[in-house]
């Protein structure tokens, strides 16, 4: 059953990110515009891995490109990263939000903007799409910047807000990079 959930994540979280889409007016109605932002990065990203990762679309990618045609990011990875490593931070970021603090949902609204800044600056860099620009473009950037710029201007938030959250977004990011390029020194 392991190896079903690994192999086809991104169907159920497609399907289940339409789904929280259409239910947050009804779950959101009694929350503040800056947790809704909060919470909204969740079914956002869930929307985009679909694009990114249907059919294996940016393993494939990055194989090709980083790799050379070695397998440095397989279906396990792909699986951790996104569903522990993105579900389970924005989870996490969300439940801060609203138990602790509204600035600590900030993680899963930088997560999500450094995420398209990645796409965006992969996409100048080669002059060719990745799996996830168009989503990156469409969803992350509108919903990504009105996160941070509500959730910003609620009181009590700061910059350290910021700066955790931006730090805790590139961190993964970066840990991916080094993850994939360890691999591909090992298979060398």
């Known amino acids: 059953m392991?190896?079903?959930?690994?192999?086809?994540w991104v169907y159920g979280g497609f399907l289940a990110g339409l789904m929280i889409l259409a239910l947050t007016p009804i779950i959101a109605a009694?929350?503040?515009?800056?947790?809704?932002?909060?919470?909204?990065?969740?079914?956002?990203?869930?929307?985009?891995?679909?694009e990114e990762h249907?059919?294996?679309?940016?393993?494939?990618?990055?194989?090709?490109?980083?790799?050379?045609?070695?397998?440095?990011?397989?279906?396990?990875?792909?699986f951790v990263i996104n569903v522990p490593g993105v579900w389970g931070v924005n989870l996490v970021s969300i439940w801060l939000a609203f138990g602790v603090g509204i600035g600590w949902g900030l993680i899963g609204v930088y997560l999500t903007i450094v995420n398209a800044l990645a796409h965006i600056g992969q996409a100048l860099r080669l002059r060719a799409y990745n799996p996830g620009l168009a989503t990156a473009v469409v969803l992350f950037l509108p919903v990504g910047i009105a996160g941070a710029l509500v959730v910003g201007a609620e009181p009590g938030v700061g910059a350290g807000h910021h700066?955790?959250?931006l730090a805790v977004a590139v961190?993964?990011?970066?840990?991916?990079v080094a993850y994939v390029f360890t691999r591909r020194r090992r298979l060398a």
Do not use: E
Request: hydrophobic share 55%; glycine share 8%; net charge neutral.
């Open 2 to 8: 392991m190896n079903r959930l690994v192999a086809h």
């Open 30 to 50: 009694t929350w503040t515009a800056a947790l809704t932002l909060v919470f909204l990065q969740l079914p956002v990203y869930m929307v985009h891995q679909f």
């Open 171 to 176: 961190a993964i990011h970066a840990g991916i």
């Open 163 to 165: 700066l955790v959250g």
């Open 54 to 78: 249907d059919d294996g679309r940016f393993a494939t990618a990055i194989n090709t490109l980083i790799g050379k045609g070695k397998i440095v990011l397989d279906d396990a990875a792909v």
